[in-house]
């Protein structure tokens, strides 16, 4: 999720720009977000095959250590979040449409009055799209926690391996509902873990609504 914030976030002041070939490289920023889910995820299980992926030739290639990445317990997870940051596009999209909300009158107030590009951002346009970043916040929370997916397709067992190092909430509840055959279902348990990930998405939800009007921005006065 922090990843993802600041990435998106990165990207959108990037692509807010007035520069040549700004509306080709949103659409490039954008493009994963709309490719088909399980065949891109796919598509980065043969990267990350530790023997011919591309991952590793490339590291060859610039003489450094390779990985095991899908195959490790310790490098799996970072693996798979580097699958979900390929959509960061969604994120960018959103930050971006908020950067362009911004009255530009309050920039050249700025400007003229000395201030530089570090506290234009920081004084200015964070405080402004503060709203919108409580948004993501809650958005990226809840898609992490339900995070499905990218774990079931790219780890090698599609159980969450190796051993439960990718083995996500919303994983662990299709492995006890819906066991391989030969296993005997735990439809009760799952049921159990739903609720709990349901009640855990609520208080994240209520916490960030009850306390967003602390760190955001509002132009209405009381």
Known sequence: MPLSLVIGLALAVFCN???RGVSLLRTLCYLPVVLPVVATITLWKFVFNPQVGLANQV???LH???SEWLSGADSAMPS???VMLWSVGSTMIIFLAALQAVPTELYEAARLDGAGS??????????LISPI???QVVLQMVTALQAFNQPKILSPDNQGGPGFSTRTMMLSIYNNGFPRLGQVSQFGYASAQVWVLFLVIV???AATARFSSIWTYSDHVS
């Open 17 to 19: 720009q007035r520069m």
């Open 59 to 61: 590291l060859n290639w």
């Open 80 to 82: 798979i979040v580097i």
């Open 203 to 205: 208080v994240v939800i």
């Open 118 to 127: 570090r506290t234009v951002f920081f004084r200015i346009t964070l405080p």
């Open 133 to 135: 970043m409580i948004l």
């Open 64 to 66: 450094l250590p390779t």
